[in-house]
């Protein structure tokens, strides 16, 4: 049963990638602010006519 | 102050498999129906091999899954993507390599799987160069992908592409380890694993790929496209960022969950049936928010088809992920598993979720691609309430066929014996309920023909928007310090430098570990358990080939109900040379695991050639051209050469004596169904009789010889 090892490993390596991804997304700032992104996405960029 | 870009979203590619989603989408439900068509009137496979259940079932799950699902991703991601990184698409070349790609890879899996060319994985049947294949378009996608959160004019990444993220990086490790096979020929391979190891990396696939492609890009197609058809922020934007990391590191671990009782080690059941409770947490969390998310707009719900669709949607979402882990509780999986209640379980996950995602986004998109209004809003109306009653006569018949035939299965008399020894008692007494099953197919399958009718409607009567303008103001980047070594970047930042070094090390400690484990692995634990001979192989291999694993699983549980049933419960030490392991996932028909020796084999022959001769009342399709064609004996000593690299032990320079083997053994076989008054000319040549051989090998390793002729 020594796969299990291998599985295990290998999710352990899917995991701290993502704990790595995680910490980058903390320390670049991605989170400071959880509120504006859930609005932004509402607004469209449509191309104002204004030219 | 940045200065203002002008660019244009690329809308084409989103319109290509918006396209692929609906027309696959029917295929795949097309192919669905008929398969259920065929549980009630096995003469629907027109007495053809390419046609019957077997072959078909794989055909129709994985058109599903990943014909309609996986376009369905493409779909949503490449239209959300886009915007919200305020960017094209890193590359118009690499998205449409992706789309071809995608088609083929679909074509190419339509035409192997009712050739009964399959690796037998559950999810994963595809032949090794179709794997390939599939591995290649899917880095396509990932550099596009990547490369487009690269020149992204959006610092913050929208919770929705760490989803699409996680999907990928996911999908790509575990298609690769689900995947790991030595070709015996241009369309045959056999997994590196075996037994028990090959059923744990199927498992830990299998519950992944529900995870990571049914799932998580749906999620992130939710946490886009709800709050745009609503037009309100996601209820807690917080929530969201905790639903998906929580969702991340837990989901991974909760595979074994669809290994309890059986030779899985007890603890590693334990462990999947633990985790798998805890992602109740994550899930609920998800579908409050996505539900929250329209408090104050549930008037718009009354009236917008689109609305109507994501809340069913995210409403089955929170019922398929609550009753996935009562599923995995070991007291309810032992009722629960090899029944019907596992089919309606993730039909309220593919037909809810998925599929009612995937319309409402249809209905959302097209008409904003094409710059106009749906065709028919009360067309789009009528297909919601058909799809969900549709939904609700698929789903109840199955959970009530599922506990009443897993209670049948179980029930013993006060005299200690089982009340239905006979195994089609349970069967014939659950076909209403399959009847119905088809009809709520059906529904949900006049559903979307309605859709695409309204579709095609509403892009008569627009105006196609391939390149969609915009404008954003272009990201400020950090003052950087030009001219420096990557390395220094790396060395400023001692916890990343941690974790890649850590990575790093895992790695190469696999490296070492791994061809060592294998080998010791190999080693057999049960003296009695011996290796296939080559006819018994080549008959494995029909099984294979004809999908027998879809209907028989090979499983004894430990369970007084089974073992009266069937026989010993199944050993881990039994199944050591089974590449691939074929212990099912369901039983339409009796567990085989204990088949060999307990009829004869003129018993299988007549059984094979027309099952209701002697199983009156069966639903299992006869399987003539067994009889009609020829075994294919040149295919032999590659195969043992295979096995042999593989480590299983067979004599140095078997492969040259292993058709004589298998003829002598063949031989024999005709001559035992000849005195039990069989007749064919050119018998041992047969199919057939490699498939008995198997059938009657299989599971008498650790139990008395049968006596010849019984």
Known sequence: MKIIFFLIILSLLIALGFLAAFIWAVRSGQYDDDYTPSVRILFDDKKTDSE | MSRIEQFSYDNAIVKKFAYATALWGVVGMLVGLWAAIELIWPAANLNTAMTTFGRIRPLHTNAAIFAFVGNGIFMGVYYSLQRLLKARMFSDLLSNIHFWGWQLIIVAAAVTLPLGITSAHEYAELEWPIDIAIALIWVVFGLNMFGTILKRREQHLYVAIWFYIATWVTVTMLHIGNNIELPVSFLKSYPVFAGVQDALVQWWYGHNAVA?????????????????????????????????????????????????????????????MVFSLMLIAPSWGGMLNGLLTLRGAWDRVRTDPVLKFMVVAVTAYGMATLEGPMLSIKSVNAISHYTDWTIAHVHIGTLGWNGFLTFGILYYLIPRMFNTKLYSTKLANNHFWIGTLGILFYAIPLYWAGWTQSLMWKEFLPEGILKYTNFLETVTQILPMYRMRALGGSLYLVGVFIMIYNIIKTVKSGQFVANEPAEAPALEVAAKHTGEHWHRWIERRPVQMLVVSLIAVIIGGLVEIFPMMLVDDNVPKIEAVQPYTPLELQGRDLYIREGCLGCHSQMVRPFRSETARYGDYSKSGEFIYDRPFLWGSKRTGPDLHREGGLRNDAWHFNHMYDPRSTSPGSIMPPYPWLFRRDLDVSSTPAKIRTLRKLGTPYPEGYDQQAIDDLQKQAKGIAETLRTQGVELEGLENKE????????????????????AGQ
Request: net charge positive; glycine share 4%; no cysteine.
């Open chain 2, 688 to 707: 057939i009789v490699a498939l008995i051989a198997y059938l009657q090998r299989l599971g008498t390793d650790i139990k008395p010889k049968p006596q």
């Open chain 2, 212 to 272: 990571f492609f049914l799932t998580t890009p749906y999620l992130g197609l939710m946490y886009y496209f709800l709050p745009k058809a609503a037009n309100r922020p996601v209820y807690s934007y917080k929530l969201s960022i905790i639903h998906f990391w929580a969702l991340i590191f837990i989901y991974i671990w909760a595979g074994p969950h669809h290994l309890l009782y059986t030779s899985l080690p007890d603890w590693a059941q334990s462990l999947g």
